[in-house]
């Protein structure tokens, strides 16, 4: 993962630049190291390239040159992946990520695994969201407000669906370990 990573790092600074709101298209081929033992590319690369691909986005939006002048960094606080096809080895496939909005302390990303047959038609055979956040360098959660205040207007159309704004309540951690009972013992 760390030479995909380096790769992408260096095709991202060169590749098209993108609005902050746009599709960031990356394009990936499943490796050798990628498979798990029942010859699909493991579950958890998915998560790793999602990553890489979000990366990728941050980079060609330009969003990633703010953070680095304000010394501010993403992190995930949750993040849910579907399957409907598995990725085999040698397979093409694009990884479509956007910005799907903002609550009141987190942005929404969701992130598509796509594969385009012979005759051209697309084909979503993952889809994946997470849900983050921006931390300071120097200490400190970055607030929402400050992060559109730095990256600009948020479009009308960039929300986030209902859903999954129930799913990230859902599955969110307690704030401190006293307050969460092991259901094990």
Do not use: C
């Not at 902050?20 to 010859?39: E, G, K, M, N, S």
């Not at 040159?65 to 579907?82: C, D, N, Q």
């Not at 970055?142 to 479009?155: M, N, Q, R, S, Y």
């Amino acid at each position: 993962m760390l030479w995909r990573t380096l790769l992408h790092s260096l095709l991202s600074r060169f590749g098209p630049r993108l609005g902050h709101y746009d599709v960031a298209r990356t394009r990936f081929i499943t490796l050798p190291t990628d498979q798990d033992i029942l010859r699909h590319m493991n579950n958890g690369v998915y998560l790793s390239i999602m990553d890489i691909a979000r990366f990728d986005m941050l980079q060609r939006t330009g969003i990633w040159a703010i953070f680095l002048a304000k010394g501010w960094y993403p992190v995930v606080v949750s993040e849910t992946i579907s399957f409907r096809k598995s990725l085999t080895l040698g397979q093409r496939f694009t990884v479509e990520s956007r910005i799907l909005g903002f609550d009141e302390k987190a942005v929404y990303v969701e992130q598509r695994f796509v594969r385009t047959d012979a005759d051209g038609v697309p084909e979503v055979y993952a889809q994946g969201f997470i849900r983050g956040r921006f931390l300071k360098r120097g200490g400190g959660v970055v607030t929402i407000e400050e992060l559109t205040d730095a990256v600009g207007a948020v479009p009308v159309s960039v929300t986030v669906p209902h859903w999954l704004l129930e799913w990230s309540t859902d599955v969110a951690m307690p704030a401190t370990r006293a307050a969460a009972p092991s259901v094990w013992e």
